[in-house]
T-cell receptor, first 114, second 113 residues
Framework: DQQVKQNSPSLSVQEGRISILNCDYT??????FLWYKKYPAEGPTFLIS?????DKNEDGRFTVFLNKSAKHLSLHIVPSQPGDSAVYFC?????????????FGTGTRLTIIP | ETGVTQTPRHLVMGMTNKKSLKCEQH?????MYWYKQSAKKPLELMFV???????ENNSVPSRFSPECPNSSHLFLHLHTLQPEDSALYLC????????????FGQGTRLTVV
């Protein structure tokens, strides 16, 4: 049973517009959420995270929103740029500090159209 | 460059072969991980090492054997694999076993024939 779900395998967005990537989770014990970005032939790189005590975290063009009641988080990229084309993984963790485990979603391939 | 290096990048092996994947990190991290990424599946955590000791083994078949000789190096020894083991194997490291902000290597694309 997948505890972290990214239901959209792919997404295409026009350059300059907003990209919204969605992620749902089922485990109510998850208390920390992350987004990773992966280019072809490279490992995932950490992008942005959010703790369950917050509902929004912003870093430049990237904003992550968390809706705990809906067990849903989303990553907003605005404005979208061609270099944002990549696979984006949502991940979640639970547990005491120093003993967390990451559970990943299946990823969403984002394509930015010039 | 994330500071985590994996070799080889690509590997094709027969089911009777024995091979090893290597991972090296120069970040001074204390924890290292092996992940498996199969097509259309989430990244799966395989093994966790903290200060060279294995702290987690996620029900991985014995045909996968990890080794962590020091905090900078991690190996995954492979023997008698099956075609369904073909996947991208990713190594990661983090400051400690709370791997929330792990740094990943580029991965080894393994094909078992």
């Amino acid at each position: 049973d997948q505890q972290v779900k990214q239901n959209s395998p792919s997404l295409s967005v026009q350059e300059g517009r907003i990209s919204i990537l969605n992620c749902d989770y089922t485990n109510s014990m998850f208390d920390y959420f992350l987004w990773y970005k992966k280019y072809p032939a490279e490992g995932p790189t950490f992008l942005i995270s959010i703790s369950s005590i917050k509902d929004k975290n912003e870093d430049g063009r990237f904003t992550v929103f968390l809706n705990k009641s809906a067990k849903h988080l989303s990553l907003h990229i605005v404005p979208s740029q061609p270099g944002d084309s990549a696979v984006y993984f949502c991940a979640a963790s639970e547990g005491n500090f120093g003993n967390e485990k990451l559970t990943f979603g299946t990823g969403t391939r984002l394509t930015i159209i010039p | 460059e994330t500071g985590v290096t994996q070799t080889p990048r690509h590997l094709v092996m027969g089911m009777t072969n024995k091979k090893s994947l290597k991972c090296e990190q120069h970040l001074g991290h204390n924890a290292m991980y092996w992940y498996k990424q199969s097509a259309k599946k989430p990244l799966e955590l395989m093994f966790v090492y903290s200060l060279e000791e294995r702290v987690e083994n996620n029900s991985v078949p014995s045909r996968f054997s990890p080794e962590c000789p020091n905090s900078s190096h991690l190996f995954l020894h492979l023997h008698t694999l099956q075609p369904e083991d073909s996947a991208l194997y990713l190594c990661a490291s983090s400051q400690q076993t709370g791997n929330t902000e792990a740094f990943f290597g580029q991965g080894t694309r393994l094909t078992v024939v």
